[in-house]
């Protein structure tokens, strides 16, 4: 699988949109980008994936850039409960069921 | 539905234990993956099972088993515990056979070795 670089952290301000980037720049043609993030202790949660469209779901979008090299998560509406840290993660559908997490990036929502 | 669920949520235990670790996973879902989490080395892969084989394994020393039952339900062992060995143990579960679709997270085992 593809190896993924983000920013550590990020701030973003309470109702504003917050774009969280990733670059994957050896992604290979069959591989999808997923984004994960996990609230402080909980187990990590699924947020959306994609292969080259940009995709939309009711807790964020993702767009991805016409090379694959790289791709922002967007939360819309950030709200104090987005606080987490959130992994971009590639992978194959043919391969192994397990995910590659890197160091992510811990997202602040600050009131 | 319920979600994946983990118990115990809490454990303590001294060095040179072992321990077991049970994992339920949603109603349907036969792929069962388990992920070790620390300070230091952040979310790392231990190892999956579907139908009850394993089918990866990470980077981990043979203390670290597991096996899963006909019902899909798995327990990981380890065992001759160390320190380092402190850490939130995590499940996910997947309907997918091989590499695509969602995982779903349990909430993790606190496991604290003194």
């Known amino acids: 699988d593809a190896k993924t670089t983000q920013p550590p952290s990020m701030d973003c301000a309470e109702g504003r949109a917050a774009n969280l980037p990733c670059n994957h720049s050896?992604?290979?043609?069959?591989?999808?980008v997923y984004w994960y993030r996990q609230i402080h202790s909980q187990g990590p949660q699924y947020i959306i994936h994609?292969?080259?469209n940009n995709e939309t779901n009711e807790m964020a979008s993702l767009i991805i850039t016409e090379d694959r090299k790289s791709s922002t998560l967007i939360l819309p509406h950030a709200t104090l409960r987005d606080t987490a840290v959130y992994y971009c993660i590639v992978r194959g559908e043919t391969g192994a069921n397990n995910l590659f997490f890197g160091t992510g990036t811990r997202l602040t929502v600050i009131p | 539905k319920a979600g994946v669920t983990q118990t115990p949520r809490y454990l303590i235990k001294t060095r040179g234990q072992q321990v077991t670790l049970s994992c339920s996973p949603i109603?349907?879902?036969?792929?069962v993956s388990w992920y070790q989490q620390t300070p230091g080395q952040g979310l790392q892969f231990l190892f999956e099972?579907?139908?009850?084989?394993?089918?990866n394994k990470g980077n981990f020393p043979g203390r670290f088993s597991g096996r899963q039952f006909s019902n899909s339900r798995s327990e990981m062992n380890v065992s001759t515990l160390e320190l380092g060995d402190s850490a939130l143990y995590l499940c996910a579960s997947s309907r997918a056979e091989v590499g695509g679709g969602e995982q779903f997270f349990g909430p993790g085992t606190r496991l604290t070795v003194l």
């Open positions: 109603s349907g879902h036969r792929s």
């Open positions: 099972y579907f139908s009850e084989t394993q089918r």
């Open positions: 050896t992604i290979s043609g069959n591989e999808y």
């Open positions: 994609g292969l080259k």
